[in-house]
């Protein structure tokens, strides 16, 4: 029984299926060929059909169609040996001839013959060449080369290493419906992907991740590194064990990441009855760190522009424990303008700063904050990863740094405002820095004053005054300037923990906020030994407002009994309204559980409104919309502002958020 190529198989597939006469071009169309190739398959197939009991017909003007003369002998045939499902072929068009042709030998340990190439393509020698030419520079972005031996074929050789991420990066950025059943032998041995075991890997990685890593994974994260296990097991199975240098082995095995890499592994063993090496974990390690470093699945891996993403990392987080820049600490675009001007010395090639729209040399040399920093990663950069800078570096080094300052565009109404630290000017810039973060599209300038300074300092032009200094010490300060009493020194493992437990991930809010609640007090962290304490301090602390204090320790105790009352992983926060004086409006948030790193805080905040309209008889409205809204501004920084640009009542918006919600950033400060 003559054995049929696969463009005949298809090419039958389709015959059978459809029942009107098909022209040549619409095939050709189909398959991804000539129809000049099509009607040389179709007269080779006839010749075979014609033995097996049917017959291609055709008709110029209308096509070609199968006719079934015997229909017993043509099923045998089509049950025979000589024929596959045609579901097992995968098709070029749905596949890119290119990657096909990389998948197909990457999977293969043995040779490819360039014939077997020309039949898996339906093209000829010379389309098939042009093909493999495109296919080595893909390969070679990950040091794969295609080598070819004498009567043998053709395969793709370098390390596993590679291997195993260039199959990551064909399965995850070119996968096919066809993928889960195309395994024929001669196509090379294509990885089946069962959906749940990846769920299941995925799931995994994100439980153990929640726990040990401070930074989020991404769902195209997630499926990218449950890959990556999957394909090291199958590679692992089939005898391609992973070789590491000890320089890296040293480099990783000590880190966090490594740890958490190895837990995921030894949950995914008896998933995969696979048993990984240390040298696999090692590769998940790498992930780990490639994606906290927002490096895409392709680039992740590759040796040299890892170091130095990883390097621009943790310079960036060593200056920003030396500045008390909380902030900048998880600053991508930093990391990634300081890999790139690493990769540039490492390489010694050209380096074109992509900074420069943003900052001068002339800027930064008026910037002694920026050169202050460029020094100090000179030195840093030194004594920990030998790497010698010179003068002309330090200048482009603090070139990148220097944006951190003012890299936002002003859009809007534009504010001048002064930032106070009675900490030190450090600290103060630190502070400054996070509300440009924050809002930067409204703020002008920000200056960092001492409060000696700030007595002899003309506040007249300023309309804002940001500080950490009690207000009852700015006695001199100018009715006219709206001063600002901010706690905002948190680190951000606590934001993002405090983020954790109050975020609502479901929760869409219309943004349609009241203009006229303003707040006017504000308590945080209250300390008690128990809650009773708790709400008695709060009432105390509230009794010039309050016809009745008790009245408000009841009402804050009600709260309590119906948070107690709600399913411990359903609700985090609730806002409890209270107003026994007429005009005053007081809303309490408190937290449903105790917070994990301070137990001693019970409650989180209490905010007092002046009542200018009539919220009170509002609640439903001011916990629907105010309180989400609230929290999403509070945790999720300037992200959610730039979401909130999408919005046609975007300006508006932003107005009344900058002009009544800005001391409402203390929310969840103290907890640290």
């Not at 060929?33 to 291609?56: D, F, M």
């Not at 008026?366 to 990663?377: E, I």
Request: charged share 25%; hydrophobic share 40%.
């Amino acid at each position: 029984m003559e054995k049929l190529l696969p463009i005949q198989i298809q090419l039958l597939d389709r015959l059978s299926r459809i029942k009107e006469p098909v022209s040549s071009q619409f095939l050709a169309n189909s398959l991804g060929v000539s129809s000049k190739t099509i009607r040389k398959n179709l007269n080779q197939l006839n010749e075979v059909l014609s033995e097996n009991g049917a017959v291609i017909e055709s008709k110029t003007g209308s096509g070609y169609w199968l006719t079934v003369c015997d229909r017993q002998q043509f099923e045998r045939f089509s049950q025979g040996t000589a024929t596959r499902s045609s579901q097992q072929i995968l098709n070029p068009v749905q596949v890119d001839r290119i990657h096909l042709v990389i998948r197909t030998l990457l999977c293969r340990d043995s040779y490819t013959r360039i014939e077997e190439l020309e039949e898996l393509l339906f093209m000829n020698l010379t389309s098939v060449k042009q093909i493999l030419n495109r296919a080595r520079e893909i390969l070679k972005q990950f040091d794969l080369k295609i080598v070819s031996k004498s009567r043998h074929g053709m395969k793709i050789v370098g390390r596993e290493h590679d291997i195993r991420l260039c199959l990551n990066y064909e399965y995850g950025n070119y996968a096919t419906t066809s993928v889960r059943t195309a395994q024929p032998e001669e196509y090379g041995r294509l990885y089946p992907f069962d959906p749940q075991i990846q769920q299941q890997i995925e799931l995994i990685i994100r439980s153990l991740q929640e726990m040990f890593i401070s930074y989020n994974l991404s769902s195209s994260s997630l499926a990218s590194l449950s890959r990556l296990i999957i394909l090291s097991a199958f590679r692992s199975k089939q005898g391609h064990p992973l070789e590491y240098p000890e320089s890296t082995i040293i480099r990783f095995t000590n880190r966090n990441s490594y740890y958490v890499a190895k837990l995921v592994l030894n949950q995914c063993t008896d998933l995969l009855q696979c048993r990984f090496i240390r040298e696999d974990i090692i590769l998940l390690a790498i992930g780990f760190v490639g994606f906290r470093i927002a490096l895409s699945p392709d680039e992740m891996f590759r040796d040299g522009f890892l170091e130095s993403k990883d390097i621009a990392f943790d310079l960036v987080q060593h200056l920003a424990q030396t500045n008390l820049f909380s902030s900048i600490n998880k600053d991508i675009k930093l990391v990634d303008d300081i890999a790139l001007h690493l990769d540039g010395l490492f390489t010694r090639s050209r380096y074109h700063l992509r900074t420069t729209q943003f900052a001068s040399e002339v800027q930064v040399q008026c910037s002694l904050m920026s050169k202050k920093m460029a020094m100090q990663a000179m030195v840093y950069l030194h004594e920990k990863y030998e790497i010698e800078i010179s003068e002309e570096e330090i200048t482009r080094l603090a070139l990148v740094i220097h944006p951190v300052f003012g890299r936002f565009p002003w859009k809007f109404r534009k504010i001048r405002a002064c930032c106070v630290s009675n900490i030190d000017k450090s600290v103060g810039r630190g502070m400054a820095e996070r509300l440009m973060r924050n809002f930067g599209r409204f703020l002008e300038q920000i200056d960092v004053l001492e409060l000696y300074e700030l007595k002899e300092t003309d506040l007249s032009v300023y309309e804002i005054l940001f500080t950490s200094y009690p207000a009852e010490t700015l006695n001199f300060v100018p009715k006219t300037l709206t001063v600002f009493h901010l706690d905002l020194f948190f680190d951000e493992n606590t934001k993002r923990t405090i983020r954790s437990l109050f975020v609502n991930g479901t929760h869409h809010s219309n943004f349609k906020i009241r203009s006229d609640l303003r707040p006017q007090q504000i308590f945080t962290g209250i300390e008690a030994s128990n809650e009773e304490a708790c709400f008695q301090m709060i009432g105390e602390a509230l009794s010039p407002l309050t016809d009745s204090p008790q009245l408000l320790q009841e009402d804050l105790l009600a709260c309590e009994q119906i948070m107690a009352s709600q399913p411990q992983d359903n609700v985090v926060i609730l806002s409890g309204l209270h107003s026994h004086t007429q005009g005053v409006t007081i809303a309490v948030f408190v937290l449903k559980r105790p917070i994990p790193w301070n137990r001693s805080l019970q409650k989180a905040q209490v905010v007092v409104y002046w009542d200018r309209g009539n919220i009170a008889k509002d609640a439903e409205r001011f916990e629907n919309e105010y309180v989400p809204h609230l929290l999403e501004i509070v945790f999720h920084d300037r992200l959610v502002i730039d979401e909130l640009v999408k919005n046609p009542d975007y300006e508006h918006l932003m107005n009344v958020i900058l002009e009544n919600h800005l001391a409402v950033l203390t929310l969840g400060s103290s907890f640290r």
